[in-house]
């Protein structure tokens, strides 16, 4: 599927340019097995660290008993992995089946300011401002105070200039998202969002 191992860890990931499935088979500090755990990391927000914006964990801990017993359970959760990256890349094949997945996902959670500054990247980028605002106005009239919270709200307040003053929107955000996978050590992104 293209899915590459990061370094000598435990964590996959699925590059797809503005967005990377990671998908991680974590282990326990209690014992000798692993837990699965997929989902996907927006690279619309430069930060130099992999998170679960949507998605997370898929499969209980497996604790290992014996090498027989752990590759048939490791293997199981191998193709649940396969088929996570196969229908997460149907959803997201192209701007407006992204934003219609993306925007019902986060409706399934917590109103938290994260999921409406998604939700807002996505609705840009598909072309529907008016909802963008919306949810960048959302984000904006979160009460946290927080250092990161107030950082977000200011990346958001730029953003939401750019959406509304300037037709270089989609390639700030190829710069913003080129950013991020440099700060990740990813490959330059040729922008693809046009």
């Not at 990391?41 to 604790?63: H, I, M």
């Not at 199981?76 to 996570?84: D, F, H, P, R, V």
């Amino acid at each position: 599927l293209g899915v590459t191992r990061k370094g000598q860890s435990r964590t996959w990931l699925d590059d797809n340019g503005w967005w990377v499935l990671v998908i991680e088979f974590q282990p326990s500090s209690w014992s000798k097995g692993t837990y699965l755990n997929i989902g996907v990391n927006w690279q619309w927000y430069p930060k130099d660290y992999y998170s679960f914006d949507l998605g997370y964990r898929e499969s209980g801990y497996v604790e290992y008993e014996s090498d027989n017993q752990f590759e048939s359970k490791a293997r199981e959760m191998a193709e649940i992995a396969k088929s996570k990256v196969i229908e997460i890349r149907s959803h997201l094949s192209d701007l407006k089946d992204a934003q219609k997945f993306i925007v019902k996902s986060y409706a399934n959670g917590p109103e938290t300011i994260w999921n409406q500054f998604h939700r807002g990247m996505i609705c840009a980028l598909a072309g529907d401002s008016t909802k963008a605002i919306g949810y960048f106005n959302d984000v904006a009239s979160y009460s946290d105070d927080e250092d990161w919270a107030l950082e977000l709200k200011r990346f958001t307040e730029e953003v939401s200039s750019y959406l509304l003053s300037s037709s270089s929107f989609i390639a700030h955000v190829c710069d913003i998202v080129n950013e991020a996978r440099q700060m990740k050590k990813l490959e330059r992104w040729q922008c693809d969002l046009a």
